[in-house]
């Protein structure tokens, strides 16, 4: 597994970081991976990817 660092720009004005995952088998430890590095699931949105494939919404306040 590759891990990916995040850097903020200094001087910006960021508030949020957004990550958009799939809700199949496929991507089960990467959603876990954010939850457990400060990340809340905000919601979902049905049929994004393909037909039963959500998007998920991850947000995680700066």
């Not at 990467?30 to 039963?52: C, L, M, S």
Given at each position: ?62
């Amino acid at each position: 597994m590759v891990l990916a660092a995040v850097q903020y720009p200094e001087g910006k004005d960021q508030r949020i970081l957004t990550v958009d995952l799939s809700d199949t088998d496929g991507f089960v430890l990467t959603r876990k991976f954010y939850v457990q590095n400060g990340y809340d699931e905000e919601g979902q949105i049905p049929g994004f990817w393909a037909a039963r494939d959500a998007n998920v919404i991850f947000r995680k306040a700066l």
